[in-house]
């Protein structure tokens, strides 16, 4: 049962490095789906047990964060 256990683990591991591999690929946005705005990217570093890392920009748009700071202070339809 144990080599079963192993080989699962294996199987995600593999998982995780494919997702991360295919996402490394991905070019980052440059703009925001939501908004059109031009998006701003802060690095996350991203680690496995089997010491592998990936560093992929996260995007962030200031726009819209900025219209539901402004949305929570109204109630909608004001």
Known sequence: ?????LSSTEAQSQLIDKLFDALSA??????????GAELLH????????????????????????LNEETDKGHP???
Do not use: V
Request: hydrophobic content about 35%; proline content about 12%; some cysteine.
């Open 1 to 5: 049962m144990a080599n079963t256990s």
């Open 26 to 35: 991905i070019p980052p946005l440059l703009h925001c789906r939501k908004c």
């Open 42 to 65: 802060a690095n996350a570093t991203f680690f496995t047990l089997a010491g592998k890392k990936w560093t992929l920009p996260l995007p962030h748009c200031p726009q819209c964060e």
């Open 76 to 78: 909608r339809g004001r």
